[in-house]
């Protein structure tokens, strides 16, 4: 193994590398493989998924890894790794993959199933078929090819594994059958009566049948994964020439950033970026799950993957390949994918020295039945149904498919789980902390009243107090700040420049305004500013803060020279979304930068248990800190972006809205959709891919500490054995595909398809 010195960048470097294993048929082999892994020289974490066929290795910093190097470690244990494909490379596709080995032991299968039949219909004459030299001979005839044609892989496999002195699921099989044949050959050519074909001929069988149904349900459960690489367009329509009339069609790969493409109505956007012309409704169902196309204009972002449904636009590539909305959606589900849970983690123990165990134990039970028996056909029994039946396949299956149904299911929402840590944290939940604006609220602040002081010696007038408000916050981001500089340009068309600006954050602005240092902000802002406040104005401003708008206050000279009040509107679905939680016994509280009146007024609307009023950007993390330090496990709500450190601090953090690079980073979940409504339905679709872990490995547990038993006692027949094996593995992948079928309950009207409660307050932190 070969570690050197990295020449990329730190991030780089801990970039987790994705591999593609060969050779895994059941949960002891990926265990082995990780195993193995894991204990190469420069590998920080290895992890391994037997459903996926993937392995994810994370390398220590300042370390380069040589994929050779490891292909050549896994290949001194018998299987083969070689570096993923992503979607742009030209390797072979996952979904032909899957189909081709869901082919390949269908006619296997279905080879086997007339020599299986026949074989079964011998046992209802077993003393006639076991004197009879024809039948005899017919039952080695139909044996031999189902053991070495049909069984072929279980055979190849096994020896591989025997030649680099391991062992897995196909050893057991191939010690199982070609015990059985063996041992009937030897009968069959010295005239002996104990003939085991049947037993060979029908667990293989059932082997075939169960890959068959195993891989089938593998590839349903990665559809979803395989619809959203689907999605991105594969050409783009270049804009040429200085005008911008000319364009033909490249391929998306040969894209980059700062390139224009223009998008004709009906074509899917092939990058991510800023519309610099046109006008069209998007729509964006394929990546947030939203039905109702957006309006796009000049400015506004757009997804690749979305489709333009009406007018031309034309974009400037912000975001290509890897980089794009889409291949960060694709990236995350599959990182999710090879994550393992706790209780997996467990299970994989148990899965890499099951197998060596299964063998010492039916090697016990023959010499058992044999010796204290005195009956070599008990003894024969018996341990080949030992070898059968501890198929550790279950429990490797268990958590992969699950997490493969499951997160693909959430894309599919427009919901992006980050890891099954995720899965695990959603159970423990006792709180949900939602910020108020563009979470609760729709974030869209609208100046609703300006207010003056009539005693004002200098006779402001309202035209005044907003133009000078607006101008200072002319170049200001805060939801506030817009909508205050929007309501005086249109009273006033251009706002006069000012100098001298500076944010005090969480407070509000000032700036130097035609010679005059003008102050714009909330109350707080009044004492550092050492302005005198009216009885007549402080009055004017509680009274909107009861009425649940904001009051800004504004002033210049020693005084607040006036109260403009703004609005926000609470989202339709924020109501029933905290009746929805409170129904799954969560508490629910509310956090602002507001102050406790305006707060009050949301809260008592939507129905919020705790109001946490107040609270500047920097303190939302210690607010967290606090209820944790209460005992509360705290999820919390917020845009992803000035909520980044409190999501974080969260033992889960769920940002809503667009899922930008912040969101992703600071968030357990990430709702591409802005509707709060969908913050339920992340928490009941983790809840139910978690429950669906649990039941398939206590399943797959209480198969294997059952059955084990009664094969030891003889009271489970080879065959029988062979057919249970098989169900156990197809039940936890059918119970997990029942994830797809996860709809959202009671989940009220897009906040996009209904219009917005007037009315209702606001405040953005």
């Given at each position: 193994?070969?570690a050197?010195?990295?020449?990329e960048s730190?991030?780089d470097r801990e970039?987790?590398l994705?591999?593609e294993?060969g ?20 590998i ?10 993937r ?7 300042g370390v ?11 290949d001194r244990?018998g299987?083969?790794l070689a ?27 279905l ?11 011998t046992?209802?004459f077993h003393?006639t078929a076991?004197?009879t ?6 039952q ?6 189902v053991?070495f044609v049909v ?7 096994a ?5 680099h002195l ?6 057991l099989i ?12 030897g009968?069959?050519?010295?005239d002996g ?15 075939s ?5 195993e ?12 619809s ?13 020439g ?28 092939p ?6 012309h ?11 799950g939203?039905?109702v196309?957006i ?11 979305t489709?333009?449904?009406?007018g031309?636009l034309?974009?400037?590539?912000t ?5 794009t ?9 599959e990182?999710?994918?090879t ?5 997996q ?6 899965s ?7 063998l010492?134990?039916?090697a016990a039970?023959?010499?058992?039945w044999?010796?204290?028996g005195?009956?070599l ?11 059968i039946i ?9 958590t ?9 299911r959430g ?6 789980i980050?890891s ?7 159970r423990?939940i006792?709180?949900v ?21 009539p ?12 133009a000078?408000?607006?101008?200072v916050?002319?170049?200001?981001e805060?939801?506030?700040g817009?909508a205050?500089?929007?309501e ?11 100098d001298?600006f500076e944010?005090i ?10 010679g005059s240092?003008v102050?714009v902000?909330?109350?707080e ?11 007549e ?5 509680i ?17 607040v ?5 703004v ?36 809260a008592d609307?939507?129905?919020i248990?705790?109001?946490i ?11 967290v800190?606090?209820?944790q ?11 992803g ?13 769920i940002?809503?809205?667009t899922?930008?690079?912040?969101a ?7 709702l ?5 409504a969908?913050?339920v ?8 891919t978690?429950?669906t872990?649990?039941?398939?490995l ?6 294997n500490?059952?059955a084990?038993p ?8 080879p065959?029988v054995?062979?057919a ?6 197809v039940?936890?992948?059918a119970?997990?595909?029942?994830l797809?079928?996860f709809?959202?309950?009671d ?10 409660v ?6 953005p932190?």
């Amino acid at each position: 193994m070969t570690a050197s010195p990295s020449v990329e960048s730190s991030a780089d470097r801990e970039t987790p590398l994705d591999f593609e294993v060969g050779g895994m048929t059941c949960g002891s082999c990926a265990a082995r493989v990780q195993k193995v892994l894991s204990r190469q020289p420069g590998i920080q974490i290895a992890e391994v998924n037997y459903a996926t066929g993937r392995a994810s290795v994370t390398p220590d910093a300042g370390v380069t890894l040589d994929p050779s190097d490891l292909a050549v470690a896994i290949d001194r244990i018998g299987y083969s790794l070689a570096p993923a494909h992503t979607p742009d490379d030209d390797g072979p596709d996952s979904e032909a993959s899957d189909g081709s080995e869901a082919d390949g032991w269908k006619w296997r299968t279905l080879a086997a199933l007339p020599a299986a039949v026949f074989m079964v219909s011998t046992m209802f004459f077993h003393d006639t078929a076991m004197h009879t030299t024809w039948l005899r001979w017919l039952q080695f005839g139909l044996a031999l090819p189902v053991q070495f044609v049909v069984g072929w892989p279980i055979l190849a496999g096994a020896a591989k594994r025997a030649r680099h002195l391991t062992a897995d699921m196909d050893t057991l099989i191939a010690v199982g059958t070609l015990s059985a044949f063996t041992y009937s050959t030897g009968q069959l050519l010295t005239d002996g009566h104990e003939l085991y074909f049947e037993a060979a001929v029908v667990i293989i069988f059932f082997i075939s049948l169960g890959r068959w149904m195993e891989a089938r349900a593998k590839s349903r459960a990665g559809a979803a994964l395989r619809s959203l690489l689907e999605l991105g367009a594969k050409e783009a329509r270049l804009v040429e020439g200085a005008d911008g009339s000319d364009e033909r069609m490249v391929p998306v790969d040969s894209l980059r950033i700062g390139d224009l493409v223009r998008v004709r109505p009906g074509e899917k956007v092939p990058v991510d970026g800023e519309v610099v012309h046109g006008v069209s409704a998007v729509d964006e169902s394929m990546l947030t799950g939203e039905s109702v196309p957006i309006d796009k204009s000049v400015g506004d972002q757009v997804a690749g993957a979305t489709i333009n449904t009406s007018g031309v636009l034309t974009v400037r590539a912000t975001r290509v390949g890897a980089d794009t909305a889409l291949a960060q959606i694709v990236r995350l589900v599959e990182q999710a994918q090879t994550g393992k849970s706790a209780v997996q983690r467990l299970a994989d123990r148990i899965s890499a020295v099951f197998v060596p165990v299964v063998l010492v134990i039916a090697a016990a039970t023959f010499l058992g039945w044999w010796l204290l028996g005195d009956d070599l056909r008990d003894a024969v029994d018996a341990s080949v149904a030992v070898l059968i039946i501890a198929c550790p396949c279950a429990l490797g299956l268990a958590t992969p498919v699950a997490i493969m149904v499951g997160t693909g299911r959430g894309a599919q929402l427009g919901i992006l789980i980050k890891s099954v840590e995720t899965l695990e944290q959603t159970r423990r939940i006792s709180t949900v902390v939602f910020d108020k604006t563009g979470t609760l609220t729709d974030g869209s602040m609208s100046v609703v009243d300006v207010v003056t002081d009539p005693a004002d010696a200098d006779g402001i007038t309202e035209g005044l107090l907003l133009a000078r408000a607006g101008a200072v916050e002319a170049d200001s981001e805060h939801p506030i700040g817009r909508a205050i500089a929007a309501e005086a340009r249109r009273a006033h068309g251009s706002l006069d420049p000012v100098d001298a600006f500076e944010a005090i954050p969480g407070h509000g602005i000032r700036a130097d305004v035609d010679g005059s240092t003008v102050w714009v902000g909330r109350r707080e802002l009044i004492g550092a500013a050492g302005l005198h406040l009216a009885t007549e104005l402080d009055d004017a401003a509680i009274a909107r803060e009861i009425e649940g708008r904001t009051a800004i206050f504004v002033g210049w000279g020693g005084c607040v020279r006036g109260v403009i009040a703004v609005s926000d509107t609470t989202s339709r679905s924020a109501a029933a979304t905290v009746a929805r939680l409170h129904d799954r016994g969560l508490a629910v509280a509310m956090i602002t930068g507001d102050n406790e009146r305006t707060a009050r007024t949301v809260a008592d609307e939507v129905g919020i248990d705790r109001v946490i009023a107040g609270v500047l950007p920097a303190g939302k993390q210690s607010e967290v800190e606090r209820l944790q330090a209460d005992g509360e496990m705290v999820a919390m709500v917020g845009d992803g972006i000035n909520d980044a450190p409190a999501l974080t601090q969260a033992d889960l953090g769920i940002a809503i809205g667009t899922g930008t690079d912040v969101a992703i980073e600071s968030s357990d979940l990430t709702l591409m959709r802005g509707d709060v409504a969908h913050v339920v339905t992340a928490i009941d679709l983790s809840r139910r891919t978690y429950r669906t872990i649990v039941q398939n490995l206590f399943w797959a547990f209480a198969y294997n500490t059952v059955a084990i038993p009664l094969a030891v006692a003889g009271l489970l027949n080879p065959l029988v054995a062979g057919a249970a094996m098989a169900f156990s593995s197809v039940s936890v992948v059918a119970n997990s595909l029942r994830l797809r079928r996860f709809r959202p309950t009671d989940v009220p009207p897009s906040v996009r398809d209904e219009a917005p409660v007037p009315t209702t307050p606001g405040v953005p932190v």
